[in-house]
Structure formats: C-alpha cells, structure tokens
C-alpha cells in the first residue's frame, strides 16, 4: 500500500509539473497571439484609413481629369474660332484702297477746283460724281479699316484665351501628376499596411490553434490529474481505516491485558485505566 500510496503521490506530482508548464506556456502563447491581434487590427485601421484616403484623391483627380477633359473641348472651339477668324481677316482688303488721308485730299482739290475754276454744267457734275465716288470709297475703306481692326481685336482676345486655356492645362497636368505620386505613395502604404496585417493575422491564427491544442491537452491533463488524486485519496483514506483498525486492535489488546491485572487483583496506573475507557469507547 505504502508503494501504491508512493506512485499516486509521485505521479500526481509529475502532472502537477506538466499542468503547470502547459499553462504557462499557455499564458505566453496567448500573450503573443494578443500582440499579432492588436497589430492586425492596428495595420487593419491603417488600411481602412487609407482606402478612404486614396478613394478621396482618385475622386479629386476624376474631378481634374474632368477639368482637363472640358477645357481641351474648349480649346478646340477656341481653335476653330481663331482659324476662321485669321481666315476672315485675309478676306479684308483694306489696303487695297488708297489711304483715307490721300482720298480726302484728293475731294479737297477736287472741291475746290469747283469753286475756283469756271466749269462746264456736264463737267461740273463729273467733278461732284468723282467727289462722291471718293467719298464711297472713302467710308469703304473706314468701314474695311475698322473691319480689319476688329478682326484682329478679336483675334488677339482668342489668342488670349486660347493662351490662357493652355496654361490652365498645362497646370493642371502639374496637379494630376502630382496627385499620380500620391497615389502611387499611397497604394505602396495600402500594400505594404495590408500585408503586415495579413501576416499579423496568419501568425495569430497559428498561435491560437496552438492554444486551443494547449487547451485540449490542459483538459486532459487537468482530468487525468484529477483522477489520480481521488485514487490517492481513497488509498489514503484505506491507509487511514487501517491504522485506525490496527490501533483499535492495539488498544484492544492493552485494555484486555489491562482487566487481566485487574482481575489478578494487581494496581493498575491511570494511564492503563484511560486505555480500558478508551477501549470501550471504541466498541
């Protein structure tokens, strides 16, 4: 019994020391798993936050894009306005006439031969019909001048604008190549985010089938342990009975030696009277 007794206690010891290590181990493991969760979910926010990001950006560069878009329409019809501007412009020949000074001239001398030369009345109408002839041509050519000065007023203002487009493209090319790099800074950080978490993630889930294996075998070991000690307890408690029985037959056997002396008319002490009430107790 005593080897029995000695072989519950030595392995009841033994799975202590293993109940023990597996939860530390258990604890550590956990403890790791914890971490790769707080960085999953760390790189996860980072992730989300720049997907917001980048989704904010592609919009502003849709918005740019579209911008260019239009103002390239724009650009065209500005374009085509100015060829066609340029083409009206040849149309006007205003050089072609004699210079406004020179007609004006030319009605003077022409006025005033009326007025200081005697002439015919056939002659007379001659002069006022070529005076009225170089007074059309005259407005003609004012009208042809200011057509042409309009022409390339007009022309100077598409130009203008045609520049002015330009260089808001020009500027705007600037911006959305701008906004390319960021992007492209962006997704690297999205990927680069992204995969730490996936692999924040894998690590966790590895540590966690770890500790739910660590958790089975705790169990097991946690029943088995239990188990032996109630084998223990009973073989103690069988122990226990059977030196309570070797000690009542002891007593017994004191107490009857004890009468003997008695009835032998022999003194006994108190102590051997104690065993004789002990030993009726006991029965």
């Known amino acids: 019994m005593v080897e029995e007794e000695e072989f519950y ?31 999953r979910d760390k790189k996860n926010s980072e992730v989300k936050a720049t997907i917001q990001a980048l989704k904010e950006v592609r919009e502003k560069r849709k918005e740019k894009i579209g911008e260019m878009s239009g103002l390239k329409e724009e650009l065209r019809e500005v374009k085509d306005k100015l060829r066609k501007a340029i083409e009206e412009k040849r149309k006007i020949n ?13 009605i003077d001398c022409l ?14 109408k001659k002069v006022v019909a070529e005076i009225a002839r170089l007074e059309r041509e005259a407005l003609e050519a004012e009208e042809q001048r200011k057509a ?63 500790i739910i294996k660590i958790e089975n075998e705790l169990e097991k070991l946690v029943e088995e342990e239990r188990i032996y000690r109630r084998m223990y307890f009973r073989v103690f408690e069988r122990k226990k009975e059977e030196e309570e029985k070797e000690k009542r037959r002891i007593l017994e056997e004191k107490a009857v030696a004890i009468r003997e002396k008695l009835k032998r008319g022999e003194k006994v002490n108190i102590h051997e009277l104690r065993i004789i009430f002990l030993g009726e107790e006991e029965r």
């Open 9 to 39: 206690k030595a392995k009841i010891s033994e799975l202590e020391k293993k109940r023990l290590d597996l939860q530390e181990e258990l604890g550590r493991l956990r403890k790791h798993a914890e971490k790769h969760k707080e960085l």
């Open 94 to 106: 205003w050089r072609e006439y004699p210079n406004g000074e020179e007609i004006k001239h030319r």
């Open 111 to 124: 006025e005033w031969k009326i007025q200081i030369t005697p002439l015919s009345l056939e002659e007379e």
């Open 148 to 210: 042409y000065e309009r022409a390339c007023q007009h022309i100077g203002e598409l130009e203008t604008k045609r520049e002015s487009i330009l260089s808001r493209i020009n500027a705007l090319k600037e911006e959305i190549a701008e906004l390319d790099a960021k992007i492209n800074v962006m997704e690297e950080k999205f990927r680069a985010a992204k995969e730490e978490a996936d692999q924040a993630h894998r690590n966790y889930l590895e540590l966690f089938e770890k």
